[in-house]
């Protein structure tokens, strides 16, 4: 029986060799080989912005016009003819509902106006021959009282007959649901075989190209927003855009505490836009109220970390840093707003990526 060979010893070394380059180049050794080396990270001492503060929110977009397209018949959906995304016109039908109901209301109605006209003639017949009797002294006055009173409620019959025929007619017409304007469906809230009821929506439309950035303002910063010199609206490209009109609303939601802010964009703005996208309104140079002495740390750019929701900063503690997260505000220029987690006067990094290298020292 054979034993197997000893590895050969040559050429175990290239291998050993290539892997000690590899640990070498890893992150973790060149994190490492930085602690050795002692890594030096430059810090500053957090300033305050007292001049003017910014104040930035999330808002959504909505059409300026915008319309729930509600049934106004009762019966079966037979046909929906639009679909979610779809362009309409003025009057274009976009659902038919069951008329077999309101067809047969509209032949009741024909038949009570026919009714009723035949009762008219009847009451004017009697009228005039009770009037030539009572000519002749046959009948009593009360007689012919009585036959005029008559031929009246039968022309009051024969109206309403003729209203209950147009109502009927009326809602005939509502079995086609129409589009009260050229513009997009948004959504649609009803199929084919589904119940349609007076008041229940069909479909939802809005005029493309007038949109509006809606934004919830708290209440407490209501007067902060309003003595902004500038607004302006970050649209999901990047592109910051002013608003061609805008106005708050005078109530506040008493749930929320909030007043909402409708900012209108400029129809070059909103072209290649569409309802219920996030954007951020941004509101500058807005003055502080003088008795809210409230102190606005601002930071570098350099200085934060940002990583996918999370915002931080490297806060000098002893002999090295601690990362702390923060609440960024407004930018201006290179500098940021911290809104909560850092206070005023504390050291942090200048260089948040150099602060996170193992070994890095203030």
Excluded at 90 to 108: F, H, L, P, W, Y
Aim: proline share 6%; glycine share 10%.
């Amino acid at each position: 029986m054979s034993t197997p060979a000893a590895p050969d010893r040559r050429a175990v070394l290239p291998w050993l060799a290539g892997a000690l380059l590899l640990a070498a180049t890893w992150p973790g050794a060149r994190a490492q080989s930085a602690a050795a080396s002692g890594l030096t990270v430059p810090t500053l001492t957090v300033q305050a912005s007292h001049d003017a503060a910014g104040l930035e929110l999330d808002g959504t977009l909505e059409p300026q016009r915008q319309a729930v397209v509600a049934a106004q018949a009762a019966g079966s959906v037979q046909q929906l003819t639009v679909r979610a995304g779809d362009r309409v016109r003025t009057g274009q039908v976009i659902a038919r509902i069951d008329a077999r109901s309101a067809e047969a209301g509209v032949a009741q109605s024909e038949a009570g106006v026919v009714q009723a006209d035949a009762n008219l003639r009847n009451a004017r017949t009697q009228l005039e021959r009770t009037r030539e009797l009572r000519a002749q002294g046959y009948i009593s006055q009360a007689a012919l009282d009585a036959a005029e009173n008559q031929f009246r409620a039968a022309e009051a019959g024969l109206a309403q007959a003729r209203a209950g025929r147009r109502q009927a007619t009326l809602g005939q017409d509502f079995t086609s649901v129409a589009a009260p304007f050229d513009g997009v469906v948004l959504a649609t809230h009803l199929d084919a075989g589904d119940l349609a009821a007076p008041g229940r929506p069909v479909a939802t439309l809005y005029l493309p190209g007038a949109l509006r950035a809606t934004v919830q303002v708290p209440a407490s910063q209501a007067a902060q927003a309003r003595s902004a010199r500038q607004v302006e609206i970050e649209l999901p490209d990047g592109r910051r855009v002013a608003p061609v009109r805008r106005a708050d609303l005078p109530g506040a939601d008493p749930v929320a505490q909030t007043v909402e802010w409708r900012l209108d964009l400029a129809p070059g703005d909103a072209a290649d836009l569409r309802p219920g996208r996030t954007v951020r309104v941004h509101f500058t140079g807005a003055e502080l109220a003088p008795t809210g002495a409230r102190s606005v740390p601002t930071v570098p750019a350099a200085a934060l970390l940002r990583r996918g929701e999370l915002t931080a900063v490297y806060v000098v503690r002893e002999n090295g840093f601690v990362l702390r997260q923060v609440r960024a505000g407004a930018s201006h220029g290179g500098s940021t707003e911290v809104l909560a987690g850092l206070k005023t006067g504390e050291r942090i990094a200048a260089d948040a990526v150099r602060a996170g290298l193992a070994g890095a020292r203030p």
